[in-house]
C-alpha cells in the first residue's frame, strides 16, 4: 500500500517533510500547498513531479490524497485539520496541534467521529536519544526520577503571530510528557518581552507532576548562545542529553547522593556519590524518517502512534495553562 500524501505549507518546515515522504518506499507525495506563488514555485523546482495548489480544494478532490501534512503557522492549524478531516483523510500536523485548547479538542473529536488518525509532529520524540532515554526511564536503569531540567536557548528567530512559549516550549514539554507518561498536577511560568510586540521571548517553565518531581524549562529567544540540553536526574544515575554535541549527545553520570534510611530524611546529611561517566552509543536516524516509518505503519494497522491527537491535545492543555499563569505573573495553575 502507497500513502498517497499532500503537505500544506512549504515554508520552513514543509521541505522536511516532503522529503521525508518521498524518500520512503511507502509514500507518494501528490501535492503541495501554499498561498505563496514564491513557496509553491521552489516546490516545483525540489520536486518537479508534484503537483502544486494555493487553496486546499484541489487536494482534497483528489481521492488518492490519504494523508495530508499540515506544516503551516499555529493560527492556520485548526480550520486546514478540520477541513482534512472532514473530508475524510488522515492529518499530521506541525506542533503545536493548535493554539488554542478548545480547538485542540474539536480536533481529537472530530478524528474519532470521522474514524482518521491525528498525529501531532513533535519531531524530538523521534530522536534515538529521547528514545534512549525513554527506555532507560522505563527500565529503571536511573532509579526513581528526582526532576528533568531542559535549556532551550538561541537569538532568534523572533514570531508575530505567538510568544516564545507557543514556539520552544512544546519541544520540551512533549519530551516531559512522553517520558513520565502522564501530565503535570499543576504549572506556572513566568517571563518578559523586550519588542514592541509584547510577545514574551523569554520564559522560565515549571510543571509540578506530585511526590516531588518537578519539570523545569528554560525558553529563550534573546540570548547569544544557541543551547539545547536536558538534565533527566535519577536516584541511581543522571543523564544529560545535549543536542548539539556532534558526537556524544548522552552522557551518563554515576552520582548523586545518598541518605542513611536510618534516619529521617529532615535530619539526615546526604552522602555524595561520585562515579564514573559513560557516553553509550546511540544508533540511528533522522528523526523525521523514524516516524514516517510509523505513520505508514499505523496506516496499515500495525501498531500505535508515539505521537497521537491525544497527545497533542495534552501539550496544548500545558501550554495554554502556561500562558495562563504567564498572563498572572506567574500564578500556579491547576490542571
Known sequence: MTVGVAVVGYGYW???LVRNFQRH???Q???VCDPDAGSRERAAQDWPGVQRAAELGPVLADPAVELVAVATPIPTHFPLAKAALEAGRHVLVEKPLTGDLAEAEALLALAGQVGKRLFVDHTYLFTPEVREIKRQLDDGELGELLYLDAVRINLGLFRHDHDVLWDLAPHDVSIFLHLLGRSPESVLATGAA???SGLADIAMVHLDFGGGLVAHAHVNWLSPVKIRHTIVAGTKSMLVYND???AEKIHVYDRGIEIDDDV????ALPEYRHGDMRAPYIAGREALAVQTDELVA???GEGEPTSPGALGVE???VLSALSESLASGGKRIAL
Open 298 to 300: 499505523c496506516l496499515r
Open 315 to 317: 501539550v496544548v492543555r
Open 264 to 267: 529521617s530524611r529532615r535530619a
Open 14 to 16: 514543509g521541505p522536511n
Open 25 to 27: 518506499a511507502g509514500c
Open 244 to 246: 548539539l554535541d556532534p
Open 194 to 196: 523586550h519588542t514592541p
Open 29 to 31: 507525495v501528490r501535492w
